[in-house]
């Protein structure tokens, strides 16, 4: 019963944290501090101080506690690489999102589409060319947050060689 309980206030938590952390990266950018923010900062400032706390009682202090400080250290750099990848994960999802809804409002894209629905009245060639230069578009917006991401899932793998 406990561990349902314990998964249920998990899964709560890790949710709130990724609404919490997409609220804050829609934010304008070059904006001050604003008072809305506000519950977002305190999610993920909560839910961090939890992640630490928890690394620190349930893996690291027994690890000390045993004499195993060399583990314990290689196990603390693991734990925060593992962090640094969600974070970077997250950050490249937004990256891409954010990108392509730019790309899609673009005047150039939106011409292209338009001239690609109506392909009937177009010669081929045209339409041809509108699809390929959307198709460039919205590949070019994947790349920065792509590039994240895959960075992301490589500090996730050496945490999990760190921690093993």
Not at 22 to 47: C, D, E
Not at 50 to 65: F, G, I, N
Request: proline share 3%.
């Amino acid at each position: 019963m406990a561990y349902e309980w314990y998964d249920f206030t998990a899964g709560v938590g890790g949710t709130l944290c990724v609404i919490a952390a997409f609220y804050l990266l829609a934010q304008p950018r070059g904006r001050r501090f604003s008072r809305r923010a506000l519950p977002a900062w305190i999610v993920l400032i909560a839910f961090a101080g939890a992640l630490v706390w928890s690394m620190w009682s349930e893996t690291v202090r027994p690890l000390v506690e045993e004499g195993e400080t060399s583990r314990a250290i290689r196990t603390s750099f693991g734990m925060v690489a593992i962090l640094a990848a969600v974070v970077a994960i997250l950050y490249g999802g937004f990256r891409i999102v954010s990108k392509i809804l730019k790309t899609l409002r673009d005047p150039t894209v939106v011409k292209n589409a338009e001239l690609i629905r109506q392909r009937r009245h177009q010669a081929k060639e045209v339409v041809r060319k509108a699809r390929r230069a959307n198709s460039r578009a919205i590949l070019r917006g994947l790349y920065p947050g792509s590039v994240w991401m895959i960075g992301g899932f490589a500090l996730l793998a050496l945490g999990g060689w760190l921690g093993s």
